[in-house]
């Protein structure tokens, strides 16, 4: 503003020493009193726009450089519910139908909070309404909207959201209680199940399919993909959604395999913040043509745009598959496989997962499997090919490093229901886990999932110092780990005595994996309760480029705000 005025303001002085010398003396009150009403015009005017909320960030207003601090920045202007909260309402009736949102409490606390994370919202932090898009064009005119009037907006999927990535940070402050001195206002959530849930297109000659956020990764392969021989490898939780798989770019026990949703997701309909809509790329598996900006949305949690649609990779499956799971009295000798293998080079392991013996004694416990297993660290196998003796190879590699690495016990299934009964073991370790925490704590005891990921020649260490870690606090913690890429989770089991106590041992493992050159999250994601080890992991420059882009798509900062790292000068939170 002082640029542009000052530039201004030159050019009028300019202008008016150019002319005749004469008519000096005339003209320096008019010009004064033109330099006045100028100013208070300007100054009334750009006090007016922010106070309407200044969506478009003028260019001499960004800082120089190519990143942007948090010192750089104001606080956001967010739409005033006293002045403008009917008339947004008002007009989000004309393009939405009534029964397509809702302000019941009961969707608004559904779509507030859930079981899975320690890090509750604030009793504040609930969203104004819950919207329900039909499709793509509906998403644009939504954004349009929100855009036009300040208002931020969570996209929302499945509402697993571990780490608080659907939390409604910016909302009406009735108790004046929160740790901010941040601006009131409204959140709208837009909810993709209820019409945004279909898989528009499978293209088998071309192993991709086109589907919605709110299609569940299972049904996609249940329903859709196994009677045609295929399948979507990034397998989550059961209802898992695409769309927020792509907001955290999760991945599952096949990563080892079929990799990441980075490596998974061939292009992406977008909708931007003021509503404009793109499309990252065409349908061919290679391209060389311009930026990534796929993978730009991968991962970055709704904060950078809406996605309403993706084409996915789609893989072919084994025909010949196998389960093997190997026992180790020794967790370090477990890993020790792990890195033989991939050293070596052996291709068809689907999938490699490590339960320790804190998981096999809670699944012994639990009842949950028809059979009992060793309480020892565990590794389970899925094993594939099209080819019944390159299967039979793969097997023998298996057994040969697993006796190398003096494993305690080596098993194979031989038909589908004994790979059932070995596999049952990891499907079981979510409510094993809790059966055994109520018998630990009591039947009020909360699980608090949280996933890092380091080098796999540190996972046994950074594993054996969490778990020593959860036993010195007086909890209760048991690993599950997709560790062919070092990716692990430890469940610790808590109640509300000892939760002050859980955080602390969290909190400590992501500082530990960063310590081990390792990342504070392998899939769960940032949300609001590992900015600070974002920060920590990635450093302060590194961040500020990342706001940089942030601030460059969306500059009136409605888009899933306060998620990953700060954008707000006001936010005193962690």
């Not at 009403?37 to 478009?56: E, K, R």
């Not at 849930?197 to 299609?215: E, M």
């Amino acid at each position: 503003m002082t640029i542009m005025f000052r530039a201004f303001s030159n050019r009028i002085g300019c202008r008016f020493a150019s002319s005749s010398s004469q008519s000096g003396n005339r003209f320096r009150l008019g010009f004064g009193t033109g330099i006045a009403l100028v100013s208070f015009g300007f100054f009334g005017g750009y006090a007016w726009s922010s106070f309407t909320i200044a969506q478009n960030v003028p260019l001499f207003l960004s800082p120089a450089g190519s990143k942007t601090s948090l010192k750089d920045l104001c606080s956001p202007e967010y739409l005033n519910p006293t002045f403008a909260l009917d008339k947004f309402n008002n007009r989000l009736s004309q393009i939405v139908e009534k029964q397509d949102m809702s302000f019941l409490q009961s969707d608004i606390d559904d779509h507030s909070f859930n079981n899975y994370t320690l890090h509750k919202p604030q009793d504040n932090e609930r969203p104004h309404v819950i919207v329900y898009p039909r499709d793509t064009e509906h998403v644009s005119r939504i954004m349009k909207l929100c855009y036009e009037f300040g208002v931020p907006v969570i996209p929302f999927a499945g509402g697993t959201s571990i780490e608080g990535q659907f939390v409604s940070t910016r909302n009406i402050n009735s108790d004046k209680q929160c740790e901010c001195e941040q601006q009131d206002t409204v959140t709208v959530v837009l909810d993709f199940n209820k019409y945004m849930n279909k898989v528009l297109k499978i293209n088998a000659d071309d192993l991709d399919c086109v589907v919605q956020p709110a299609v569940v990764a299972k049904d996609l392969n249940d329903e859709y993909l196994d009677k045609l021989g295929l399948l979507f490898g990034p397998d989550g939780a059961p209802g898992c959604e695409i769309g927020g798989q792509i907001g955290t770019s999760c991945s599952g026990t096949n990563a080892f395999r079929y990799g990441t949703m980075k490596e998974n997701v061939v292009n992406m309909t977008v909708v931007m913040a003021d509503g404009t809509i793109i499309k990252t790329r065409q349908r061919p598996k290679k391209s060389s043509n311009g930026y990534n900006l796929t993978g730009l949305f991968i991962g970055s949690e709704g904060t950078l745009g809406v996605v309403t649609e993706a084409t996915v990779k789609l893989h072919v499956k084994p025909v010949y598959e196998t389960i093997s799971i190997v026992s180790f009295q020794e967790l370090n000798q477990a890993t020790k496989m792990v890195q033989l293998l991939t050293k070596k080079g052996i291709l068809g392991i689907n999938a490699i997962e490590l339960l320790d013996a804190n998981m096999m004694k809670a699944i012994n416990f639990s009842g949950q499997t028809s059979r009992s297993w060793k309480e020892q660290p565990t590794l389970l196998f899925k094993l594939g090919s099209h080819n019944k003796r390159i299967l039979n190879e793969l097997i023998d590699d298996i057994k040969g490093l697993s006796k190398d690495t003096n494993c305690t016990s080596c098993e194979f299934a031989d038909t589908p229901n004994q790979q059932e009964e070995l596999w049952s073991a990891r499907k079981s370790i979510f409510w094993s886990s809790i059966d055994y925490g109520r018998h630990l704590f009591g039947p009020d005891v909360k699980i608090w999932s949280t996933d890092i990921a380091v080098p796999v020649s540190h996972l046994s260490t950074v594993i054996d110092d969490s778990l020593k870690d959860v036993t010195d606090a007086g909890l209760y913690g048991t690993i599950v780990g997709h560790v062919g890429d070092g990716n692990f989770h430890c469940l610790v089991m808590y109640n509300k005595e000892n939760e002050q106590k859980a955080l602390k041992v969290i909190d400590n493992m992501s500082i530990r994996a960063i310590a081990y050159e390792g990342t504070c999250s392998g899939e769960h994601g940032i949300g609001t309760s590992k900015r600070k080890f974002l920060t920590m992991e990635l450093g302060d420059d590194t961040i500020s480029v990342m706001r940089r882009i942030k601030m460059a798509l969306d500059p009136a900062r409605i888009l899933n705000p306060d998620k990953l790292f700060k954008i707000d000068p006001a936010d005193k939170k962690d």
